[in-house]
């Protein structure tokens, strides 16, 4: 090689290439990578060492020395050290197969393990070639025995270590005696150990705590019967479904209820029929509630049920319409916007005459209040004055109440006829006058001449009289006319 490969760096390599040879350099010596190419050898320089490790008694050390012809020496070096239970020993073999060999060998510590027992305390001894190697010992309690059976083997049995365990309530005060007692038991003077206990129990968001008084704690909290008494309470308004009614009785919408109609107390039930329907004595509509109550057995009313009727909010509103109307002497009243339930009206048969007035609050605003004034009317209409060539007599018809109820009405009356004569000649239309409400003075021409007749008055104990007379030659009317009141 180069006189520069003399020095050992470790990652080097050198090829020769007509042996094609290849060298790398390990930081010791130069090794030849390329197993292929044979090594021009120095065979009698070259060779592999056993002996035993210079380092460690216990091991071997294996040097495989590869020279080449040049003189260039590489050794590898391998330490085999055994352990404290492995022996390594160089053993130099002559001859095997025709070949020397130096072997070795590994031999391992041989251990003892002994045991023996004492009383209550079991020994175990562990030894190599007569020295101790480790020693521990079992050491049983005061109720525990170690035995060893016939076949060598040591068995553990424990004693009854506790034989009475007793609480004791004190009989005055809160609180109580714990004793114990056994052979496992180690008192102070005996084998029994005994204390006063006095516990204190805090409930959760209460104050103050609790202790026991003569072996009883008594705590304010429910007990199983409150529980199931509030937990009925709360069923109270336990949903079932839905219900309609069919030839008076229930239909469950749910068909297992309708096949085994196990109903408890506060179980609701909703009305989903699409008509209104009586039952019970109430109009059931869509939305209105029923909730069972009755005896119950085991959870399930077994008797009759009584069924509580809750009516739905959602009601329609009941509406007046007319009430603010001046043209109608009535008014109808509406369950909701559509249907009817009454439709008030206020007639009057010939004679009778209704006037109606709404009513307006302080801002002469109309209300949805009316007053209804009935009158009895019957008018009178008198002609003028005909010639004598004409009709010499007027009829004149009324009917005059004859029987009134005490609240002013007019139950019983009678037709009356007058009968006005003409006696005079020449009378010609000159039209009438009135004197006060119930005086018509008629105006005539008789024989050309201008003549002012006797007033006719009219009267009534039961009537009203209004005489009118509004322009010359027109006819004049008297109006007789009841008044029952207002509504």
Known sequence: MPQSFSQN???????????????????????????????????KNSNVSVNTSPNNANGASITNTIADSSGN??????DIIGSDYIQVEVIPAINDKGVDTIKLSLTGVNYQLSSSLSKKTLNINLKNAD????????????????????????????????????ITNHATGTGFTASVGGPGVEGKNSTTLSTDIDPEIVLEGKSGSYKFKDGVLTLPVYNKQDIDNQLRT??????????????????????????????????????????????GGHYLRTGDLIIASGKEVDGIITGDIKWTYVPSADDPVTEVEGANDNSTTGFIIKLGSTKELLDYTLSGESGIVLETEVLKDSENNPTNSKVVTIKHSNTLTVNPPVPQAYADEQTITINE???????????KSTQKTFTVKNTHQEILANGYTTNGTDTLIPRLKIAGADFENEPITFTSDSLKVNVSATAEKSNAKVNFELEWGTF
């Open 401 to 411: 109440p004859t029987e009134i109820d005490a609240q002013g009405h007019v139950v």
């Open 131 to 166: 020295a101790d190697a480790g020693n521990f010992n079992i050491v049983a309690g005061s109720n525990v025995n170690i035995a060893e059976t016939s076949t060598g083997n040591y068995t553990l049995s424990v004693d009854k270590a506790v034989n009475d365990f007793t």
């Open 73 to 78: 020496v590489i050794a590898e070096t391998y």
């Open 234 to 279: 709360i069923n109270a308004m336990v949903f079932r479904g839905g219900f309609q009614i069919a030839n008076g009785a229930i239909v469950y919408d749910d068909t297992k209820i309708n096949e085994n109609p196990n109903i408890a107390e506060g179980n609701t039930f909703i009305y989903t029929g699409a008509d209104d329907v009586l039952w």
């Open 9 to 43: 760096t470790a990652g080097e390599f050198y090829y020769v290439k007509d042996k094609n040879i290849l060298c790398i350099n390990n930081g010791k010596g130069w090794i030849q990578t390329n197993t292929d190419t044979v090594l021009d050898t120095d065979k």
